[in-house]
């Protein structure tokens, strides 16, 4: 168990207005070892060798979700971007700023492949405008059911038309 900070405080008694107390900074706890280079070495191949697992681990599980493709149909101006927020992590978790971008293609379509878990996932398509500013669709949340029992090689395609609040 580590050793408790301690803060001090001491009062000093009355003013015309009232009590004042003054607080001392804590009092830190002095460290037992330093570690060695070979120790630093030791623990840093150590997570090293968990977080390549997990990774591993995640590659593995996210390869057997079912792809979910996007699209949509809008012309937007120059530095403007179609994202697809929602409440899985894959989309975000409805936050733009690292909800996956759609990717523009001929005539002005813009698309979006990503693999999602089985289950219920709620979503909008969201604009990033020039000047960084988010627009939402309007309108309430959509709603994708992915099965559990897909199969490998089908892919579900969700074509979006979003009707912006302007």
């Given at each position: 168990?580590?050793?408790?900070?301690?803060?001090?405080?001491?009062?000093?008694?009355?003013?015309?207005?009232?009590?004042?107390?003054?607080?001392?900074?804590?009092?830190?706890?002095?460290?037992?070892?330093?570690?060695?280079?070979?120790?630093?070495?030791?623990?840093?191949?150590?997570?090293?060798?968990?977080?390549k697992?997990?990774?591993?681990?995640?590659?593995?599980?996210?390869?057997?979700?079912?792809?979910?493709?996007?699209s949509?149909?809008?012309?937007?101006?120059?530095?403007?971007?179609?994202?697809?927020?929602?409440?899985?992590?894959?989309?975000?978790?409805?936050?733009?700023?690292?909800?996956?971008?759609?990717?523009?293609?001929?005539?002005?379509?813009?698309?979006?492949?990503?693999?999602?878990?089985?289950?219920?996932?709620?979503?909008?398509?969201?604009?990033?405008?020039?000047?960084?500013?988010?627009?939402?669709?309007?309108?309430?949340?959509?709603?994708?059911?992915?099965?559990?029992?897909?199969?490998?090689?089908?892919?579900?395609?969700?074509?979006?038309?979003?009707?912006?609040p302007?």
């Amino acid at each position: 168990m580590a050793d408790p900070i301690i803060v001090s405080m001491t009062s000093h008694g009355r003013t015309s207005g009232g009590y004042y107390d003054t607080i001392s900074p804590p009092v830190l706890p002095k460290m037992r070892k330093s570690l060695s280079r070979a120790e630093v070495q030791v623990l840093h191949d150590q997570i090293e060798t968990r977080s390549k697992a997990l990774i591993t681990l995640e590659d593995m599980e996210t390869a057997s979700r079912t792809i979910v493709r996007f699209s949509l149909c809008s012309r937007v101006g120059l530095g403007e971007a179609w994202k697809i927020v929602g409440n899985s992590p894959e989309l975000g978790r409805f936050m733009p700023e690292i909800a996956p971008y759609m990717e523009w293609t001929n005539g002005d379509v813009w698309v979006l492949d990503v693999r999602l878990r089985e289950g219920v996932h709620s979503f909008k398509a969201v604009l990033k405008r020039a000047d960084r500013a988010y627009v939402y669709e309007s309108g309430e949340n959509r709603s994708l059911k992915v099965p559990a029992d897909m199969l490998d090689d089908v892919v579900l395609s969700v074509n979006l038309e979003p009707q912006l609040p302007y």
